[in-house]
């Protein structure tokens, strides 16, 4: 085919491409399809018909699909009505209100707080009274090998896993402004993500079994309740804690308006990737508890005593201290490694967590804001996918599946808690940093589901740090290749889900090649769709910023959308965005960390633009997220600092 270029695609004008819409009209409703109990009254009579019986069935079975079709409609509604386009964005704030930016550190007042060990990268030997290097922290490209022997669960392995996951690494300041950043990525540096450690008892920690807030700013925990000491025994294995995840839609809402409910759940998939990684550096695996529902979770977390709140039907603004709300997401499993199999007791589990509203909880939110802006439709959309419990859902954990290694080189010799804190976002690209088409290779095997020694197509999610979802993978990646040599520019895509393949080559350009990459190594599904100078157009796709075009590539998600809505339900909406796209999304910075580029990622890119580029009509294929890799340029006008102790301010 005639070489790609990137003027013939996208004029500045374009129209964006018909998207199926489905139009039905719909009202949020807090009554989820998939746990409504029909009450259907019978009659003590011995004469009641079967007919009878029949015809409420079929009613219940039609009023079932009616609403699962207004919740499907209210994601669709949620998903297109928040896109960018070419004429005009997504709705949001016309400028930033700077006086009312929500505080970004929670805490829970007259809660008792237990201040964690301090790790920095190097001293492990000493916290662990060993001068063994099995005590050390393991390479970072060794994780994707094997996990090493597992630390045991103890004060200073606590402390070094929020350390090295969802801790401050370093505050920064220019002029008159100081922030903080901290392991875990986050959209804007916004963080709307609450952690919670749900742990039986620890030496020098706790004496019993506890629900506990992590304070980042304190990197400490803040006891919120003591839990009956049954409840590890009875439903989990030994050695197993838990680490519960929430967000405050109201921190991104600030800034990005109606599309902050897509990057609160991006940025959970950036807190589970985190302590995925943080976990297997010290011998630990994790799993996400997919069997709890939106009630179990809230319960679990004690977040069903926070104010309620009440949707408007349009934007408001005013005091609205209620919106600071903890929206609850998911809770992970994280056990040693290898120690065969790993069982979980749901129903066990539920009946424990329904005792939870009897704790004693300690702690009152702190406010975050003055004032407020509702964008109703992220809570009707929040509403829509709130996950029921999963009756008859098993826990299980697949068997660690190592990544393909083609270039073991180009990893500089880093530990993992080396890569994890010094990992930083690019604000800007040099447009000159070349990479070899073999270290392209290496951080994509990397970002496959399944490793490279799976026995069946990629899909299951099986290797670092996929392995802690549940799902397979729904999301593949549109890569523009800039600057890496020995391969030719041009529009690359990356199936991470191979059963997905044949249905992708129907659904996109039919002139695509999708022919293998020369030097592209066995195992790695890359294919070559079109060659030609692709640094305008992906500059065009992502809001005309330079970023995208200055990197050695970026890319583009793609995500199997709606008939996965469809076929497992629409509480998988948040799961798509937060779990598969973010955790891979948080993994690529850190591969580009440990071979010595940079990497961020591009919230504001054109949607439909992006599918037009590649062919794709309707909404069975939907782009969620875009990234871009390459040599950054170091804004020498900003200081660093250290995470502890920061400054004395709450920015």
């Not at 990137?6 to 998939?34: D, E």
Request: with cysteine.
């Amino acid at each position: 085919m005639p070489p790609l270029s990137c003027r013939l695609p996208l004029p500045l004008n374009h129209q964006p491409c018909p998207v199926l819409l489905l139009t039905t009209a719909t009202t949020a409703t807090k009554l989820h399809t998939n746990t409504l109990i029909f009450n259907m009254s019978r009659s003590s009579s011995s004469s009641a018909s079967s007919s009878s019986m029949s015809s409420n069935q079929i009613d219940v079975e039609e009023n079932t699909e009616r609403q699962n079709l207004q919740l499907l409609n209210q994601v669709l509604k949620y998903h297109n009505q928040t896109k960018h386009h070419f004429k005009h964005y997504a709705r949001g704030p016309h400028g930033l209100d700077w006086a009312n930016q929500p505080n970004p550190f929670r805490r829970y007042i007259s809660s008792r707080l237990i201040s964690l060990q301090h790790l920095p990268p190097g001293e492990e030997q000493q916290t662990y009274h060993s001068s063994s290097s099995a005590s050390s922290a393991p390479l970072y490209s060794s994780l994707f090998l094997s996990l090493p022997p597992p630390k045991p669960i103890s004060f200073s392995s606590i402390s070094q896993l929020f350390y090295d996951s969802l801790a401050l690494s370093a505050w920064k300041t220019t002029g008159y402004s100081t922030w903080s950043l901290r392991v875990n990525p986050s959209s804007g540096n916004l963080h709307p993500t609450e952690a919670y450690l749900i742990a039986p008892s620890i030496q020098s920690l706790s004496s019993s079994a506890f629900v506990a807030h992590y304070a980042p700013k304190e990197h400490g925990l803040e006891v919120r309740a003591q839990i009956p000491s049954g409840f590890f025994g009875n439903c989990f294995p030994d050695n197993c804690f838990l680490v519960g995840f929430s967000s405050i839609f109201w921190r991104e809402a600030w800034k990005y308006g109606e599309r902050a409910f897509r990057y609160c759940n991006h940025d959970i998939g950036h807190a589970i990737a985190a302590v995925a990684i943080a976990a297997a550096g010290l011998g630990w695996d994790v799993k996400m508890l997919d069997g709890l529902g939106y009630r179990d979770l809230k319960k679990l977390l004690g977040l069903e005593f926070l104010p309620g709140f009440k949707i408007p039907d349009r934007p408001v603004k005013g005091r609205i201290p209620e919106i600071e709300f903890e929206d609850p997401d998911c809770v992970l499993a994280v056990f040693p490694s290898g120690v065969g199999e790993v069982g979980v007791d749901y129903e066990s589990l539920r009946l424990g967590i329904s005792e939870f509203s009897k704790l004693d909880w300690k702690g009152t939110p702190n406010s975050l804001s003055k004032e407020h802006v509702v964008w109703d439709i992220i809570y009707r959309t929040a509403e829509a996918v709130k996950k029921p419990s999963a009756v008859g859902e098993k826990f299980s954990v697949g068997p660690f599946q190592s990544s393909g290694v083609c270039s073991g080189g180009s990893y500089k010799k880093l530990t993992v808690r080396e890569v994890v804190r010094k990992r930083r976002s690019a604000v800007d690209m040099d447009g000159r940093t070349v990479i070899h088409r073999d270290t392209f290779y290496q951080i994509l095997f990397h970002c496959l589901p399944s490793g490279s020694s799976s026995r069946g197509n990629q899909g299951k999610q099986l290797a670092l740090p996929f392995r802690a979802l549940s799902w397979d993978s729904e999301v593949h990646a549109a890569l523009f290749v800039h600057r890496v040599s020995g391969l030719p520019k041009g529009l690359y895509f990356l199936v991470r889900n191979e059963d997905h393949f044949d249905n992708l080559r129907k659904a996109m350009r039919s002139e695509f090649t999708w022919k293998k990459p020369e030097g592209c190594p066995p195992g790695l599904p890359l294919y070559e769709l079109a060659v030609g100078d692709c640094r305008e157009l992906s500059k065009r796709l992502s809001c005309h910023q330079d970023i995208a075009s200055d990197g050695c590539f970026s890319l583009g998600m793609v995500a199997h959308f709606e008939p996965t809505l469809r076929d497992k339900g629409v509480w998988m909406y948040p799961k798509i965005v937060l779990g598969d796209w973010s955790a891979w999304s948080s993994a690529v910075p850190l591969r580009a960390h440990a071979v010595g580029i940079s990497a961020t990622g591009i919230g504001c890119f054109f949607d439909d633009p992006v599918h037009e580029v590649l062919g794709l009509k309707g909404s069975d294929y939907q782009s969620l997220y875009h990234f871009t890799v390459g040599g950054p340029v170091v804004d020498r006008r900003i200081m660093s600092l250290p995470a502890y102790p920061g400054p004395e301010i709450d920015a």
